[in-house]
Structure formats: structure tokens, C-alpha cells
């Protein structure tokens, strides 16, 4: 039972353009969302959050988007760098318990 | 100020052998997590501690266990050893307990192959 779902294994994006990662999710507790990054041979690294309360979140090139309604978020990258090829998983929690549920994570390449 | 260090970063084993992976987390964290994660798949949580305390647990068997000490640093152990349990290990710690609102930092991981 996969309650976070990232559907795309992987997503191809010119250099500049726009990168749009997606990430479904099942249980309408949650109400905190996370994205994180992952190089090889690394851990992945925390990139941007959003609570419940809010419908988007901007840090730099960086924007999550919430739709409740669709239980659905979004990470927009722009303009897309070499530097941001690399794996991108979405996570999310429900308050009352910590445990943070992940998605499989979408490799994301960014083409010259 | 140094990351969350794992130890070590590459193991091999073989069926029916147990292992002890160590985690390290940020200084001035309480909480550590631990995750496996294999091709694939997102991260499956293990457990977590908060003070030397099981506060979550995934849906790992038994012989999937770990402890947290008094200085908060981490040990996770996996008995008799199965080949499905080759993947990469996760530690991430972070403040303290508050919900999944607080990043969790992650350390580069402990590559277990088992033969």
C-alpha cells in the first residue's frame, strides 16, 4: 500500500527549462511534506517543505506546490542546472506520528 | 560542524551472518532514524530513537533491531542475514521530536551486499 507515490521513474529537461517533479499521495492525514535530493553515493538532502496550511512554498530556484484537494504536490526547478541531476523523492507525515512515508523518488536529468 | 557519519560504508556478508552498522548523528540531535533503502524503492523506515527510546517502528521483522546510547549515537543490528537484505542503510537524525515538520540530515550510508 504505497500511500506516496511518485509515478515517473525518471524525467529528461533541457538546461533552462522548467523541471515539474510530481508526487501523488493516499492518506489525507498527512499535513507535512517534504522533498529531498539524492546524488549517488550520498544521503539524500533535505530541499524544501511545506505545511498543510499553505498552497506553495518558494526558496530560490525551488517552489513546492499543494493541492489538497487532488492530494497532490509538485516541485518546480527553475531554470534547471547540470547540478540538479540527481533523484528526487518526495516525503510526507501526518502529525500525530513521525514516521515520514516515501516515495520511490523520480531521477531527474538535465540535459546540455 | 560535522554531518551524521556512518560507519562503515561498504560490507560484505554472507547468509546466516549478523551485522552491526553505526551511526553518528549531528551534534546536539536527539532523534536518529534509520532507513533501508533498495533499487527502486523509496526509503523504508526501520525505527527511530529519541533519547535512547524506540519511539516508531516500520514493518521490518525481528531481526531488524537497534539501540540509541546516552551520547545518542546509533547502532542498528540484522540477524541471520537473508540475500534480500542487500541495500543501502540510512541513518538521518535530526533536533528533536516534532512530528516530520524538522529535515532530517542524512549520512551518505552503509552499503550491505550479502553473498
Known amino acids: 500500500d504505497q500511500q506516496v507515490k511518485q509515478n515517473s521513474p525518471s524525467l529528461s529537461v533541457q538546461e533552462g527549462r522548467i523541471s515539474i517533479l510530481n508526487c501523488d499521495y493516499t492518506n489525507s492525514m498527512f499535513d507535512y511534506f517534504l522533498w529531498y535530493k539524492k546524488y549517488p553515493a550520498e544521503g539524500p538532502t533535505f530541499l524544501i517543505s511545506i505545511s498543510s496550511i499553505k498552497d506553495k512554498n518558494e526558496d530560490g530556484r525551488f517552489t513546492v506546490f499543494l493541492n489538497k484537494s487532488a492530494k497532490h504536490l509538485s516541485l518546480h526547478i527553475v531554470p534547471s542546472q547540470p547540478g540538479d541531476s540527481a533523484v528526487y523523492f518526495c516525503a510526507a507525515s501526518a502529525n500525530s506520528n513521525y514516521q515520514l512515508i516515501w516515495g520511490a523518488g523520480t531521477k531527474l536529468i538535465i540535459k546540455p | 560542524k560535522a554531518g551524521v557519519t556512518q560507519t562503515p560504508r561498504y560490507l560484505i556478508k554472507t547468509r546466516g551472518q549478523q551485522v552491526t552498522l553505526s551511526c553518528s548523528p549531528i551534534?546536539?540531535?536527539?532523534?536518529v532514524s534509520w532507513y533501508q533503502q533498495t533499487p527502486g524503492q523509496g526509503l523504508q523506515f526501520l525505527f527511530e530513537y529519541f533519547s535512547e527510546t524506540q519511539r516508531n517502528k516500520g514493518n521490518f521483522p525481528g531481526r531488524f533491531s537497534g539501540r540509541q546510547f546516552s551520547n545518542s549515537r546509533s547502532e542498528m543490528n540484522v540477524s541471520t542475514l537473508e540475500l534480500g537484505d542487500s541495500a543501502l542503510y540510512l541513518c538521518?537524525?535530526?533536533?528533536?521530536?516534532?512530528?516530520?515538520?524538522?529535515?532530517?540530515?542524512f549520512g551518505d550510508g552503509t552499503r550491505l551486499s550479502i553473498l
Open positions: 538521518a537524525s535530526s533536533l528533536g521530536f516534532n512530528g516530520g515538520s524538522q529535515p532530517q540530515h
Open positions: 551534534s546536539g540531535h536527539r532523534s
